[in-house]
């Protein structure tokens, strides 16, 4: 079956032979800088990865510490609304400050600052 070309085994003699060997060379060069270019593309994308991987690990490391954070700042909040309130409103016996009718107005003061921090917080969360 005749394809137009010549088998590479084929002998060629003179300016045909030398235009071959030429033609080969150019590839072989050809094929060298090619498979540089992959290998460095290959390294750069290994590279590339590696950085990837270590700022993805970095942030997760700043999303724990942020978490911890912010679950710290709520204990905090919780804590200060329930402690600091807690021996105004439970203890009664404060006539020393206020009168009685004072006192009562001051419960009802405290009651309405403890649900603006609880709609506060509801909003932050």
């Given at each position: 079956?005749a394809?137009g070309?010549r088998?590479k085994?084929?002998p060629?003699?003179?300016?045909e032979?030398i235009?071959r060997?030429?033609?080969r ?12 270019a992959?290998?460095?593309i290959?390294?750069d994308?290994a590279?590339k990865?590696?950085?990837?991987e270590?700022e993805?690990n970095?942030l ?10 912010k ?5 905090a909040l919780?804590?200060?609304?329930q402690?600091a309130?807690?021996?105004l409103?439970?203890?009664?016996n404060?006539?020393?400050?206020f ?5 009562q107005?001051r ?6 600052l403890l649900?603006?921090i609880?709609?506060?917080c509801?909003?932050s969360?």
């Amino acid at each position: 079956m005749a394809s137009g070309r010549r088998s590479k085994d084929t002998p060629l003699y003179g300016e045909e032979a030398i235009k071959r060997d030429l033609r080969r060379a150019k590839n072989r060069i050809a094929a060298r800088d090619l498979k540089k270019a992959r290998d460095q593309i290959e390294i750069d994308l290994a590279q590339k990865i590696k950085d990837l991987e270590q700022e993805t690990n970095d942030l997760k490391d700043q999303h724990k510490v942020l978490e911890e954070r912010k679950a710290q700042l709520n204990r905090a909040l919780y804590n200060a609304k329930q402690a600091a309130l807690v021996p105004l409103i439970t203890d009664m016996n404060i006539p020393v400050f206020f009168k009685p009718q004072e006192q009562q107005d001051r419960l009802i003061d405290l009651y309405v600052l403890l649900q603006n921090i609880d709609e506060q917080c509801c909003v932050s969360d």
